[in-house]
């Protein structure tokens, strides 16, 4: 079973973010919604963020299928240099940057607050916006300083 799920961790990332932003989406009053369901704009803007979201997980799974990446648990040993591994953690770096380039110069955060997207006040997307990259590097650091065996 833990082979299983190590070899598709990568799928089951996905379905968990599409059951999030559409399965267990906010309810909000937003201007065109019907009864039945969202508005265009709101679908749309959670379109976009679902794409984004599955960039790293969709890579993931090129490494293990395409690049022989045996599971999961290989995405820990970056001692290693695989360049399939840290092709993940580029994707991983990349939308954390495009995250906060669209959150601070583009008016991200407005968006998702007014779309009710995600639950939180405005300031504390541009918070999320200007840590984001800084977490991402310091998680790869961290990566790179333990060494996790590697699990067959």
Not at 112 to 121: D, K, N, S
Request: glycine content about 6%.
């Amino acid at each position: 079973m833990t082979k299983l799920i190590l070899e598709y961790f990568w799928v089951i990332c996905i379905g968990m973010t599409a059951i999030n932003l559409y399965v267990y989406r906010p309810r909000i009053a937003a201007p065109g919604a019907d009864e039945a369901g969202d508005s265009r704009e709101i679908q749309a803007a959670r379109h976009r963020v679902f794409v984004a979201m599955i960039v790293p997980w969709l890579v993931m799974g090129f490494a293990q299928l395409v690049g022989g990446v045996p599971n999961a648990w290989n995405f820990f040993r970056a001692r290693e240099l695989d360049p399939y591994v840290w092709s993940w953690y580029a994707s991983v770096f990349l939308m954390a940057c495009l995250f906060s380039y669209w959150v601070l110069a583009r008016g991200g955060a407005r968006e998702v607050v007014a779309l009710g997207l995600f639950q939180v006040p405005e300031k504390w997307v541009k918070v999320a916006a200007l840590v984001a990259p800084v977490f991402v590097v310091a998680w790869i650091g961290l990566v790179w300083a333990m060494d996790i065996p590697a699990l067959r």
